[in-house]
């Protein structure tokens, strides 16, 4: 059976929650990709002075209780003698109004064009921290966005790596059958039956450590694929042992087809409706082992942003108990992985009423 | 008889496995750019002669493949070097396996007593309130990262004081009663019991669910009913238990799973199992190490897939060996 996208998209988009689902993710997606619009600061801001600033309060009623123009307070850093910890209290004396589409650091749209509007900003001299800061005084705010570049992007491409050996591999093994399907299926075996976790892990502490973030992001990319291509292969190679029998295929082999042709063009194109499943259900699974990895330091490395490396400070007792807002990473991987969720559950029984895959 | 040569069978299928694994193991990490004793020569306190000992164990100065073959002779022998700490690699083992295990046998007893029951509700409640809310709740549980959650769980046992913050034991552990010790432990193990189990949860409703569902919808089930049995009767003696054969293989997944997912709740927890144990080693670059938990978390992870199909064997005597 072949769908055509559009049926199934539209079939989704009739379920209540997957919709819901859906525009939260087109938010998010569009979101991290005008990061430089939308943050107050640059990537690679950082202000030691206001290390651990909780997020800056904006107020709308000022102190004659009268509506105002939305604007915010800085804050004094003081060091309290009796905990030993910094405290931070806001400066009543000077309010810094907030700004919307008004001028603030220079980027590139696009790489190309310069451009300097930001969605929300804040007057000059003020400080606008909406999620707080962290241990080197960085917006916590932009860096979300920033990091979301990463975290959201790393699963979709580790997908173009996974999907093609896993839909090959299973194909042959399948196609071809014998010992080359026993051999093939033993490795892929191997391959599940080591621990996941432990597996990333290793792999990715086998890369050295004078890499570009560049060089390392894609690494991180290869190392996930490699994870989840065996158990899609076998899937795959359990569908394409029923789909060869079929008489289409007889006939493309008595037409003297090669049979990397026939895998191709003829068997795979009839898993499309499997791979339309696995893929929105594989891409939250690819978000958590990032973020994972990179909880562990393992992953994307700092100063760059991804949203495990940021939530690796919240694990500090210190942190956890009075800086609440380092936790807010989290709560965007939960919102991430659970709409790719509701979504690949919709599309499956869209497209796989009686499905026993749960 | 019969059950004898389907062990035996099964079995042997899993030696060429371990077999592969090994081998994919010891390349992956002998790629790694590490000297597998530098870690060892740093520390001061390890004699020279156990350095050379581990040199000679290792054949360092030979062809990998030569490497590969002593590698193997002696984790079969159980020999599996020294830590960098220079503890014996096997000790260390034996000290954070059980630990494992008590998490993962924990995990699994709630996540069963708890999960089917809650399945059978959802599909005897199919499309009803109580279905939806317990769908939208499993998809929670799904999509929380554990980490995550057990740094909110972390939180609590903080703000909270009711629970410790980690480890297995508190300071005290030797001084306790052999009662006290248990209510020790359990104390310890609430908490990341907690987050693992909530995120197995999820996974075992919803299959229990969509088993049953369909168990429902077969012809002997409508059969027992059209002999005019009780509803009760019918899920209870007929359907149920055809319904949690396919669990049975879950388990084995799910023990898989557990393995790998507990490492990171093991991490925030500091708690002593093995994912930590592994995590630690490829921090410090600990190779010895590194490639025995390697190889003994697939090991436990194989013998649990047996274990499962061993017993679905067990429960339904129609499944072959493949």
Redesign the interface.
């Known amino acids: 059976m072949r769908y055509s996208q559009d049926g199934i998209f539209k079939q989704m988009m009739r379920d209540k929650f997957a919709s819901g689902a859906f525009w939260v993710l087109i938010v998010l997606y569009l979101c991290v990709f005008s990061a430089v619009f939308i943050s107050p600061y640059p990537k690679d801001y950082s202000d030691r002075r206001s290390a651990y600033a909780p997020p800056s309060k904006i107020y709308i009623i000022n102190e004659y209780g009268k509506l105002s123009k939305p604007y915010t307070y800085n804050y004094i850093r003081s060091f309290d003698e009796n905990t030993f910890q910094i405290k931070y209290r806001e400066d009543r004396s000077k309010k810094y109004s907030v700004k919307y589409f008004s001028k603030g650091y220079k980027y590139k749209i696009f790489g190309i064009i310069p451009f300097d509007r930001h969605f929300i900003n804040v007057e000059n001299g003020g400080k606008l921290y909406i999620l707080g800061t962290d241990i080197n005084g960085r917006d916590n705010f932009s860096r979300l966005l920033f990091g979301g570049q990463i975290s959201l992007t790393v699963g979709f491409l580790a997908l173009f790596i996974c999907f093609p050996i896993g839909l090959l591999y299973g194909g042959i093994s399948g196609y071809i059958g014998g010992k080359t399907d026993f051999i093939m299926m033993?490795?892929a075996?191997?391959?599940m039956?080591?621990?996941?976790?432990?597996?990333l892990?290793?792999?990715?502490?086998?890369l050295?450590a004078g890499m570009t973030s560049i060089q390392r992001f894609a690494l991180i990319i290869v190392i996930l694929a490699f994870i989840g291509w065996a158990s899609f292969a076998r899937v795959i190679r359990g569908m394409v042992l029923s789909i060869k029998e079929a008489d289409y295929i007889t006939a493309a082999r008595a037409f003297g087809a090669s049979k990397i042709h026939i895998i191709v063009k003829h068997v795979l194109p009839q898993t499309l409706s499997y791979v339309i499943v696995a893929i929105t259900l594989t891409v939250?699974s690819y978000i958590?082992a990032e973020?994972?990895l990179s909880?562990?330091?393992?992953g994307i490395q700092q100063p760059d942003a991804s949203w495990g490396n940021m939530?690796k400070e919240?694990?500090d007792?210190v942190n956890?108990?009075s800086r609440?807002w380092l936790?807010a990473p989290?709560f965007l991987?939960?919102v991430a992985?659970?709409a790719f969720?509701?979504i690949g559950?919709t599309i499956r029984d869209v497209v796989d009423p009686k499905s026993?895959v749960? | 008889m019969n059950l004898l040569i389907y062990i035996i069978k099964r079995f042997i299928q899993t030696i060429p496995l371990l077999f592969i694994v090994s081998i994919i193991g010891f390349f992956l990490i002998r790629l790694c750019p590490v000297d597998p004793l530098g870690e060892l020569r740093l520390n001061p306190s390890i004699s020279r002669q156990t350095l050379e000992a581990e040199k000679i164990r290792l054949g360092l100065d030979k062809p990998i493949i030569v490497q590969y073959g002593l590698w193997l002779k002696s984790f079969i022998r159980g020999d599996m070097g020294i830590c960098t700490t220079g503890e014996k690699v096997s000790d260390k083992l034996k000290e954070r396996i059980p630990n494992t295990l008590l998490l993962a046998a924990a995990v699994i007893f709630f996540t069963w007593i708890i999960g089917i029951p809650l399945g059978i509700v959802a599909a005897l409640n199919k499309g009803k309130a109580i279905d939806r809310i317990l769908t939208i709740l499993s998809g929670i549980g799904m999509a929380i990262p554990s980490f995550f959650f057990a740094l909110l769980m972390l939180l609590l046992a903080v703000k909270t004081g009711l629970f410790p913050t980690g480890g297995l034991t508190s300071y005290n552990y030797s001084s306790l009663s052999t009662g006290g010790k248990v209510i020790d432990i359990a104390h310890h193990l609430i908490l990341p019991v907690l987050v693992l189990f909530t995120i197995s949860l999820s996974g075992l409703q919803r299959q229990m669910r969509s088993n049953l569902l369909d168990v429902m919808e077969s012809d002997y089930v409508k059969y027992a009913r059209a002999k005019g049995l009780s509803e009760t009767k019918v899920i209870f003696k007929h359907a149920l238990r055809n319904a949690v054969n396919p669990l049975i293989t879950l388990l084995g997944f799910e023990f898989a799973s557990l393995l790998s997912g507990a490492a990171l709740t093991e991490f925030v927890f500091q708690y002593p199992g093995l994912g930590r144990l592994i995590l630690e080693a490829v921090l410090k670059s600990d190779i010895n190490l590194v490639m025995a938990s390697l190889m003994i978390g697939t090991i436990m992870l194989v013998a649990g897939n047996l274990l499962a199909d061993i017993l679905l064997k067990i429960v339904d005597p129609r499944v072959e060996a493949s």
């Open positions: 033993r490795v075996e191997a391959v039956s080591i621990p996941a976790f432990y597996l892990i290793i792999l990715a502490s086998v050295p939250p958590l973020s994972g909880f562990l330091g393992l939530l919240a694990q007792f956890i108990t609440p936790l989290g991987i939960f992985v659970l969720n509701i559950d026993k749960r």
